[in-house]
């Protein structure tokens, strides 16, 4: 098993930065990407950037590439998500998640391991 928990969220200004960790730890070994998603209410949990262990391998989403930047750290297991020039839009909860298949994945059902979710709020 592998258990994830995230840290980092909060409420800052449209324009702002924000930093999210989630820290790994159990069988990290098994895992070979690691993803954020976000969910905002009334909408489908939406895939927002992973990164691969080994080669540090990462992919976004369009509508955060440019303000956003994924992570890690292999000693501490953790996976850092950047974000800058925050909007409203970017309002959400935010789920760090692992993957045991070492490709990305964009889809949610494609990860097998995931974090309780962290609010982060954008106001205008």
């Known amino acids: 098993q592998v258990q994830l928990v995230e840290s980092g969220g909060g409420l800052a200004q449209a324009g702002g930065s924000l930093r999210l960790s989630c820290a790994a730890s159990g069988r990290t070994s098994s895992t070979y990407v690691m993803a954020w998603f976000r969910q905002a209410p009334g909408q489908e949990r939406e895939f927002v950037s992973a990164?691969?262990?080994?080669?540090?391998?990462?992919y976004y989403t369009d509508s955060v590439k440019d303000r956003f930047a994924i992570s890690r750290d292999n000693a501490k297991n953790t996976v850092n998500l950047q974000m800058n020039s925050l909007k409203p839009e970017d309002t959400a909860v935010y789920y760090c998640?692992?993957?045991?298949?070492?490709?990305?994945?964009?889809?949610?059902?494609?990860?097998?391991?995931w974090g309780q979710g962290t609010q982060v709020t954008v106001s205008s």
């Open positions: 998640a692992a993957r045991t298949v070492p490709m990305i994945n964009t889809r949610a059902e494609q990860y097998a391991y």
């Open positions: 990164i691969t262990w080994n080669l540090g391998r990462t």
